[in-house]
């Protein structure tokens, strides 16, 4: 079982950066590749982000590749959203997810755990 909780979400302006925090309460933190989801107003939640249990093997939707960046510290249990170049069309709740199943998830059903999310707004 995990326990997960997201922090900075906030409002920026386009062309900002942020970094979205999620601490992990769970026994064995490394059991579990972590992920990040986003759900923007009116949309279906998708896959934005995944990183593997020790943190060598990491994916990313196609709309943020080369401005999004995944991290985790298996030390502090921690996993990491590093936003670059931010558009309005990044506004979403963002959510951390974890699962024990999937060793590359890309879809909801793939994970296991959520957080109950952090707002990102990105005004233009």
């Known amino acids: 079982q995990a326990q997960l909780g997201e922090s900075g979400g906030g409002l920026v302006q386009a062309d900002d950066s942020l970094t979205l925090s999620c601490i992990a309460r769970a026994r064995i933190f490394t059991y579990y590749v972590m992920a990040w989801f986003r759900q923007a107003p009116g949309k279906d939640r998708e896959f934005v982000a995944s990183i593997g249990r020790l943190g060598r093997t990491t994916n990313y939707a196609d709309s943020v590749k080369g401005r999004f960046t995944i991290s985790r510290d298996n030390a502090k249990s921690t996993v990491s959203l590093q936003m670059n170049a931010l558009k309005p069309e990044d506004t979403a709740v963002y959510y951390c997810?974890?699962?024990?199943?999937?060793?590359?998830?890309?879809?909801?059903?793939?994970?296991?755990?959520w957080g109950k999310g952090t707002l990102v707004t990105v005004s233009s």
């Open positions: 997810a974890a699962t024990g199943r999937v060793e590359q998830p890309h879809t909801e059903i793939d994970m296991d755990w």
